[in-house]
């Protein structure tokens, strides 16, 4: 076995070398649960399961693993506004558009605009309800961005919340203008 380091009290100690970790846990200095490293493994690894320490004969059972130290756990680190995913909006910024398709298509089929209207706006509300879902699960406050139905209010809301520009929003408000042109 390569030297090893004892993780204790937040601090890495050594490298001690097989026989001294054994010595050590003869003697009741180290515990078959403490936590050791050496080249080779991926993570900080319990005495007892490190390949070649000789634990002691006899003796109590080994006390469960204990949590590892907040040294060795990576920490949990909140998504920042920048890093929040801007695919939904995007997609709904191009839902206007989309929606002249399927008006296209319907109208050659015999069917009323309503109907992809309707769906257009569904589309976006659908859309959005689960951006804001997504949001608040990664740590975001979206109680001032507004109903998901007021798509333009909501884009440009969540540009305060979440960053990443107001390309998006900027984009939705060109693309239903031209749907309504196109519409007339």
Not at 9 to 32: F, I, N, T, W
Not at 69 to 86: D, L
Not at 107 to 136: P, R
Request: aromatic share 10%.
């Amino acid at each position: 076995m390569k030297p090893a380091f004892i993780a204790r009290d937040g601090k890495s100690v050594g490298p001690y070398s097989q026989a001294e970790l054994d010595a050590m846990l003869g003697d009741g200095r180290l515990l078959a649960t403490d936590l050791a490293w050496c080249e080779g493994l991926a993570n900080w690894t319990p005495l007892h399961a490190m390949p070649g320490v000789s634990l002691p004969q006899g003796g109590p059972p080994l006390p469960p693993m204990p949590p590892l130290p907040p040294s060795v756990v990576a920490p949990v680190v909140p998504v920042a506004a920048g890093q929040a995913s801007h695919a939904l909006p995007w997609v709904s910024a191009f839902v206007p558009l989309a929606g002249l398709v399927f008006d296209a298509v319907l109208n050659e089929m015999g069917w009323s605009n309503w109907v992809g209207t309707v769906t257009v706006i569904g589309t976006n509300i659908l859309l959005l309800t689960m951006d804001e879902k997504k949001l608040k699960a990664q740590g975001f406050s979206t109680e001032r961005m507004g109903a998901s139905w007021l798509v333009p209010v909501y884009l440009f809301k969540r540009v305060q919340v979440a960053g990443g520009g107001y390309g998006y929003a900027v984009c939705w408000m060109i693309t239903f203008f031209i749907s309504l042109l196109v519409s007339l």
